[in-house]
């Protein structure tokens, strides 16, 4: 399997993952002839897919946990912001079963390291946020030895964080063009819009509340809606501004398309030496998260390319590589493996 644009589709491959709008199925596994599709994927903002073919279809591309989790999950809060937009309240309870089978899923993968990225509709696009966020915030707590209760309540506030956008006008929310600072000053209220909507909720506690509150505050201050420092802002907190901005950078959204992992680890690095974000936190979560995902293609500094393979612990840097040999024609490709980590003097350029 791998993960390729729109554009770099042909008939040949066959999608190895299905496509999903809210719970309505849009493209099947395991169909081929996906070109004729490509027109609907783009309106409904999709601009990438995982397929398979002849040069992948032994690679695997690992996730924290199972699909079946991951729709629990983006159930579970879909129906919670159904239910505050309808009602202005909700069933926390409702949460506990999906979060314990996500804690669940994630536990029972010793060490792994995620290569895979749900691909979600415009239409889903909070709601997915709002699971990986969870995903990874509880990676990162794992990571740092929280008890089981404390990574409930870590989860129940991610997987709620963004639970004030039920507030916002949908039209400056979904915007594609640039935000004015009216409509960014808007934007921002979703941080305390959330809090006072869960303040209400007496089976939530304080700490899942606050994240929904201080997600977005950063460690030197310059964060919203309070401008709060360092210990001012609680632990939970800074593990969802991590979990949080790695999403929104590697995720489509309306105003753009996503960036490599690569590059969010260089923004979010470079965040955490500025005094921005906590790097335990950072290195934390990219203990778990692969810098180059199995199933990407990538190009290498002696001028071949190819798709990553599989992972070398320790050395994010330096995965195995499926070479695609392509220089005598499409119709005489050679495969081969290389592993970065025994050819120091080969690295990946892009």
């Known amino acids: 399997m791998r993960r390729i644009s729109l554009n ?3 008939d040949l491959m066959v999608l190895a993952k299905p496509i999903y709008q809210g719970t309505r199925l849009i493209l099947e596994r395991d169909i081929s002839c996906m070109t004729k599709y490509i027109k609907q994927l783009e309106n409904l903002g999709i601009y990438s897919l995982y397929v398979k073919d002849e040069c992948s ?23 919670i912001f159904d239910r505050l ?25 010793k060490d792994i390291l995620v290569s895979l990225h749900h691909i979600a509709t415009i239409d889903d696009d909070t709601m997915i946020h709002c699971v990986n966020t969870t995903v990874y915030s509880v990676l990162i707590g794992k990571r740092d030895g929280f008890s089981h209760e404390d990574l409930m309540i870590l989860a129940k506030g991610t997987i709620l964080h963004d639970v004030g956008k039920v507030d916002l006008n949908e039209s400056i929310l979904l915007k594609a063009a640039s935000l004015t600072p009216e409509e960014f ?44 420092k360092g210990d001012e802002i609680h632990p939970y907190a800074q593990i969802a501004a ?58 290498l500094s002696d001028g071949t390319h190819g798709i990553v393979k599989q992972q070398n612990p320790g050395q994010p840097f330096r995965p195995i590589v499926r070479i695609i040999d392509d220089t005598h024609g499409m119709d005489n490709v050679t495969l081969y493996d290389l592993d970065l980590s025994k050819r120091k003097d080969i690295s990946i350029k892009e």
Not at 65 to 72: A, I, S
Not at 242 to 255: G, I, N
């Open 8 to 10: 770099e589709l042909n």
């Open 57 to 79: 279809e032994d690679i695997t591309i690992p996730d924290a946990v199972c699909e079946e989790t991951r729709d629990k999950c983006v159930a579970a809060v879909s129906t």
């Open 85 to 109: 937009k309808q009602q202005g309240n909700f069933d926390a309870s409702i949460l506990n079963d999906a979060l314990e089978t996500l804690l669940h899923d994630i536990f029972s993968q």
């Open 185 to 228: 000053s808007h934007i921002k209220e979703h941080s305390t819009f959330g809090y006072t909507l869960l303040k209400q909720n007496d089976l939530l506690p304080e700490e899942a509340r606050i994240i929904a509150l201080q997600h977005h505050e950063r460690l030197d201050g310059s964060g919203y809606p309070n401008g709060l």
């Open 242 to 299: 991590v979990a949080d901005m790695f999403d929104a950078l590697t995720t489509v959204r309306c105003y753009r398309k996503s960036l490599s992992n690569h590059k969010a680890y260089k923004i979010l690095t470079e965040d955490a030496a500025a005094g921005k974000l906590n790097k335990h936190l950072v290195d934390c979560l990219f203990h778990h998260v692969a810098v180059y995902p199995n199933g990407i293609v990538v190009h």
